[in-house]
């Protein structure tokens, strides 16, 4: 069983930053992705940022330029460095792990992003 644990949101206005952290514990024996979704009130939750198996990223067309993924490989861990948010940034962020094939969830780190 894989645990996911993130820190890091809160509120700011726009323009704002905000660094996101995602801890994994447990027995992880092929990660396939690790990275961050988030879900807008009265919306789908939608991909932001990951790693994918091979090292490269994939990121939301929204967020390019403004967010960066990184990770620590020793400590199984995965952030989001948020830049210039915007009020449309606004959600519940989850930190999320792909181990053989299996999905796994964080409970989620709440955004908001308002004047």
């Known amino acids: 069983q894989v645990r996911l644990v993130e820190s890091g949101g809160g509120s700011v206005q726009p323009g704002g930053s905000l660094r996101l952290s995602c801890a994994a514990s447990?027995?992880?024996?092929?990660?396939?992705?690790m990275g961050w979704y988030r879900q807008a009130p009265g919306k789908q939750r939608e991909l932001v940022a990951r790693?994918?198996?091979?090292?490269?990223?994939d990121y939301a067309d929204s967020v390019k330029g403004r967010f960066a993924i990184s990770r620590n490989k020793i400590r199984d861990s995965v952030y989001l460095q948020m830049n210039n948010l915007k009020p449309e940034d606004t959600g519940l962020y989850y930190c999320?792990?792909?181990?053989?094939?299996?999905?796994?969830w964080g409970q989620g780190t709440q955004v908001t992003v308002s004047s």
């Open positions: 999320h792990l792909q181990n053989l094939g299996a999905d796994f």
């Open positions: 447990g027995t992880i024996r092929r990660l396939e992705t």
């Open positions: 790693f994918l198996y091979d090292g490269n990223t």
